[in-house]
């Protein structure tokens, strides 16, 4: 069955330090993986998604089909990145959400 | 463009009673998802709609919930004799495109069933 695991609910780091939050799924077929991002009081939106292979606010994120990973990366925290991030799976008909890892960037 | 919007943003209904949430989609987007989040849970998949039609509804519970696109207006997912399990908050997100695009969400309705 498809699903999207972040085993991390909380994460905290300080500012300038190197974040990762991780994403494994489950799925045969070959998978388009999206990061979502949902800051304080706004809307859930798309930080970036695989296909595109393009770094967003300093961040990245690279499919690994062996682990089964979608880890999203970056070098340098700021304070700003401090939120709750999604990751999900498209398998070709609908969209699976992970349970989300709320990020604090600690100034 | 306003974006996404769900209304009411908070909804209180006693058991038994129906609900009914609202979405409008972003100015031009023609597809529209249905998501539920339940406390401690991601975002689960309820139904994929296009105007006037159901795409996908295989992540909407068989009994009680329904959810439609008309031609004019929003969209509605309808539940009907609510219980407390239905207690979650509900988001609607619409694309352009096929499912594969980027989603809009809205901000959600926060449904309490007491």
């Known amino acids: 069955a498809q699903r999207v695991t972040q085993p991390e609910k909380l994460l905290s780091v300080f500012k300038g330090a190197p974040v990762e939050l991780k994403c494994n799924y489950s799925?045969?077929?070959?998978?388009?993986l999206f990061w979502y991002v949902q800051y304080s009081r706004q809307r859930l939106q798309l930080l970036l998604r695989?296909?595109s292979r393009e770094s967003i606010k300093g961040f990245t994120a690279d499919l690994n089909k062996g682990e089964t990973s979608f880890h999203l990366k970056k070098p340098f925290a700021q304070e700003e990145d401090s939120a709750m991030y999604y990751c999900?799976?498209?398998?070709?008909?609908?969209?699976?959400f992970g349970t989300g890892t709320s990020l604090t960037v600690i100034p | 463009n306003a974006g996404v919007m769900q209304n009411p943003r908070h909804l209180v209904r006693r058991r038994g009673q129906e609900a009914r949430l609202r979405c409008s989609p972003m100015?031009?987007?023609?597809?529209v998802y249905w998501y539920r989040q339940l406390p401690e849970e991601g975002l689960k998949f309820m139904v994929y709609?296009?105007?006037?039609?159901?795409?996908?509804e295989s992540g909407m519970p068989k009994e009680r919930f329904s959810a439609e696109f008309p031609k004019e207006g929003p969209s509605i997912l309808r539940i009907q004799q609510v219980v407390r399990g239905d207690s979650a908050a509900y988001f609607c997100?619409?694309?352009?495109?096929?499912?594969?695009?980027?989603?809009?969400f809205g901000p959600g309705t926060r449904l309490t069933v007491t």
């Open positions: 999900a799976l498209y398998t070709g008909n609908q969209f699976y």
């Open positions: 997100a619409s694309s352009p495109a096929g499912a594969n695009s980027e989603q809009y």
């Open positions: 100015k031009g987007h023609s597809h």
């Open positions: 695989h296909i």
């Open positions: 799925y045969s077929g070959s998978p388009e």
């Open positions: 709609l296009q105007k006037e039609n159901i795409i996908d």
